[in-house]
């Protein structure tokens, strides 16, 4: 790379550019990393079932069937006929006791009812216990979310490490990477508080 480089000002220039591009790998890398399980947490929160039926409420729920782990909604058909009510037709036949024995395993706290092809999920009334255990459940999910994204920043910041390390790239620079990766963490921690706030508050109005 560098016989070809001639002038000294462009080699100052193409080093820059390459730090750049190094930086911006492991900036994409755990920035999507981080993405990717905030998305997983979304759907665990809506997993907690609140007051209004939905059919979020089995996102986070997964079935073994054809060989691979699928979405309820990759089986079946899910409407809500009224608040208080989830209503799951499945198109294969085959695939009903596999879906009741994930909801059942499941921590909704709903008793599918069985009807042929159609699964019925009436949603009972929030008792205090169970309003207590959904609160716990959501803390539960949001620190080992924020454990996740500050092991990806742990990973991050240990590529930048040894970027400087390996003389790719200066002190000052390091540390100006290492905050970015630092500002990039923090805002995904607010993001997880505030998602966490919304799902208390959406419980404690129940």
Do not use: C, H
């Not at 000002?9 to 911006?24: A, E, H, P, Q, V």
């Not at 716990?136 to 991050?156: L, P, Q, Y």
């Not at 200066?170 to 998602?195: F, H, M, R, V």
């Amino acid at each position: 790379f560098y016989k070809i480089i001639v002038s000294k000002t462009y080699i100052i220039i193409s080093n820059k550019i390459l730090r750049l591009t190094m930086f911006d790998i492991i900036k994409d890398d755990i920035t999507s990393r981080m993405d990717s399980s905030i998305q997983s947490f979304k759907s665990d929160m809506q997993g907690i079932r609140a007051g209004r039926a939905s059919p979020s409420m089995l996102d986070s729920i997964k079935i073994d069937a054809y060989g691979q782990k699928m979405n309820i909604n990759q089986v079946g058909n899910i409407t809500t006929p009224d608040p208080r009510t989830i209503n799951i037709d499945i198109w294969d036949s085959s695939n009903v006791s596999l879906v009741e024995k994930a909801l059942r395993e499941s921590d909704l706290g709903i008793n599918p009812m069985i009807e042929g092809n159609l699964i019925r999920l009436p949603l009972p009334q929030l008792t205090e216990e169970r309003r207590s255990e959904f609160l716990k459940m959501a803390s539960k999910i949001s620190e080992n979310t924020k454990v996740a994204v500050r092991n990806i920043r742990r990973d991050g910041i240990e590529q930048v490490k040894k970027l400087e390390k390996d003389k790719e790239i200066g002190q000052d620079d390091s540390k100006k990477y290492q905050e970015n990766i630092d500002k990039i963490t923090a805002d995904q921690i607010k993001s997880i508080d505030e998602i966490l706030k919304n799902k208390e508050e959406d419980l404690k109005k129940i």
